[in-house]
Nanobody, 119 residues
Framework: QVQLVESGGGLVQPGGSLRLTCAAS????????????MGWYRQTPGKQRELVAT???????NYLDSVKGRFTISRDNAKNTVYLQMNSLKPEDTAVYYC?????????WGQGTQVTVSS
């Protein structure tokens, strides 16, 4: 079993920055994490969860069009951790942010971390 724990969210003004962290733990988490494409997802009330960014085991990245140039996903395989650096935040980035594998595994969803962008 793998547990994914997200952290780093908070309240920030428009134009501000946050860095989210997703740490994987549990039995076999290391071996699973290292070979897996990881993704950051976000969800707002009443809407479906959307894929924001992905990073392959080799470090190739892909982004939702609306965050390109503002968000950067990275990973540290030695720490079983994936990051999301979010710059130039906008009110429409407000959401609960989650990490998971891509494609997702239902049992791996964590509690997420709330990001609120507001003045």
């Amino acid at each position: 079993q793998v547990q994914l724990v997200e952290s780093g969210g908070g309240l920030v003004q428009p134009g501000g920055s946050l860095r989210l962290t997703c740490a994987a733990s549990g039995r076999a988490s290391g071996s699973i994490f290292k070979i897996s494409t990881m993704g950051w997802y976000r969800q707002t009330p009443g809407k479906q969860r959307e894929l924001v960014a992905t990073i392959t085991s080799g470090g190739a990245t892909n982004y939702l069009d609306s965050v390109k140039g503002r968000f950067t996903i990275s990973r540290d395989n030695a720490k079983n951790t994936v990051y999301l650096q979010m710059n130039s935040l906008k009110p429409e980035d407000t959401a609960v942010y989650y990490c998971n594998l891509m494609p997702t595994i239902r049992g791996y969803w964590g509690q997420g971390t709330q990001v609120t962008v507001s003045s």
